[in-house]
C-alpha cells in the first residue's frame, strides 16, 4: 500500500538528533492512523548518522533511506527525496526538531483543506544569533522583490507539497533548483503556517556563513536577472559621469583654472575599474551557472539504499 504522507530528511552529520527525530516524528504522526513513510537522505556524514539510521530502517520498513556517495548539499538531498517520495503529500523538514512534528501535523490539516502547497512560517528563530536572523530577514525580503513573486517572507524549506507540485518541480529541465523559490513560482493553491521556531534538540548547526552565502547567491542568481540590469545601469552611469567629467575639465580648462591632471584621471581610473571588476564578476557568475546547465551532471549520486522499492 503506497503511503499517504512521506516525510523527508536530510541528514548531515546528525548521530546526536537522528534517533530522537524518528521516535518524536513517528510519536506525532501515528495517531492520524494513515500509511506514512520517513525517508532519510544521508548527505555524505562522516559520523555515525548512517550506522543509526540503518538500524532504524532494519526495525521500521516505514524508515526510507537514501545514501549518497558523497556530501552534494541540502538542495541535492531534497531534491533525490522528492524524487523518492511515493505520498500524496510531501513534507520537507530538518532533522534537528527546529522545524516542529507538531506543526507539520497542522500542514497536513492545511492539506486535507485544498491547499496544495502549505508554507512553515518562522515567527521568532530561538537560538540563533541577531547577525543570522538579521541577514535572513533581509535577503528574504529583497529575493521577492527582485524576483517579482510572492515569495512568502521568514520560511525556509520546511514546507508541504501535494504531490502534483513535486512532479511539477521534477519536471523542470533545470538543473540547479532552488526549492523555495520553485515552490512559490509553479503556482498552484498556497497558504502559510506562522510557528515559533525553537533551539536545535542537540548538536550544532551545519550551515556555516559560506554555505549560507552560497544558499543566497544560488537563490538571486537562479531566479532574477535584476544582478545584471544593475551593472547595466552601473554602466550607463558612468559613461554619463565620465561624460559631465570631460566637460568640466575642458571648461574648466577654457576658463584657464589649473589643476594637477591626476586630479582627474586616477579618481576616474579607480572607480571605472572598480565598477569594471563587479560587472565582470556579475557576468562570470551567470555564465558559470549556464556552463553548469551545460554540463548536464546529476545533482546527487546514489550510492546506496534501503528499504526503497
Known amino acids: 500500500m503506497l503511503p499517504k504522507y512521506s516525510i523527508l530528511v536530510p541528514v548531515f552529520n546528525e ?13 506525532t504522526i501515528r495517531p492520524l492512523n494513515e500509511e506514512y513513510e520517513i525517508v532519510f537522505v544521508n548527505d555524505g556524514s562522516k559520523d555515525k548518522s548512517l550506522e543509526i539510521l540503518t538500524s532504524l530502517a532494519k526495525k521500521d520498513s516505514r524508515v526510507k533511506v537514501i545514501n549518497f556517495s558523497r556530501n552534494f548539499g541540502q538542495q541535492a538531498a531534497e531534491l533525490a527525496a522528492l524524487s523518492y517520495a511515493k505520498g500524496e503529500a510531501v513534507i520537507i523538514m530538518d532533522v534537528d526538531l527546529q522545524d516542529p512534528p507538531s506543526v507539520a501535523i497542522q500542514m497536513i490539516e492545511e492539506w486535507k483543506k485544498g491547499f496544495e502547497v502549505v508554507h512553515g512560517k518562522r515567527k521568532k528563530r530561538k537560538g540563533e544569533t541577531i547577525f543570522k536572523k538579521f541577514t535572513a530577514h533581509c535577503y528574504y525580503r529583497f529575493l521577492r522583490k527582485i524576483t517579482n513573486m510572492d515569495i512568502p517572507t521568514d520560511t525556509g524549506e520546511f514546507k508541504l507539497y501535494d504531490h502534483k507540485v513535486v512532479d511539477a518541480i521534477l519536471a523542470l529541465p533545470e538543473h540547479n ?47 532574477s536577472m535584476y544582478p545584471l540590469k544593475i551593472a547595466l545601469k552601473l554602466g550607463l552611469f ?3 559621469a565620465s561624460l559631465i567629467t570631460f566637460i568640466t575639465f575642458v571648461v574648466l580648462v577654457a576658463t584657464k583654472v589649473s589643476l594637477p591632471l591626476v586630479a582627474w584621471i586616477f579618481p576616474s581610473i579607480a572607480l571605472i575599474g572598480g565598477i569594471i571588476l563587479v560587472t565582470n564578476g556579475l557576468t562570470n557568475a551567470y555564465i558559470g551557472r549556464i556552463y553548469d546547465e551545460v554540463k548536464d551532471r546529476p545533482n546527487y549520486i546514489v550510492s546506496s539504499t534501503i528499504n526503497i522499492d
Open 238 to 240: 558612468f559613461i554619463l
Open 177 to 223: 533548483r532552488y526549492l523555495r523559490a520553485l515552490a512559490t513560482w509553479v503556482g498552484f493553491k498556497q497558504t502559510s503556517i506562522e510557528f515559533d521556531r525553537p533551539k536545535r534538540s542537540a548538536g550544532v548547526t551545519k550551515w556555516t556563513v559560506k554555505k549560507m552565502v552560497r544558499l543566497a547567491e544560488d537563490g538571486i542568481i537562479a531566479n
Open 15 to 27: 548521530e546526536e538528533v537522528v534517533e530522537l527525530f524518528y521516535e518524536t516524528m513517528t510519536k
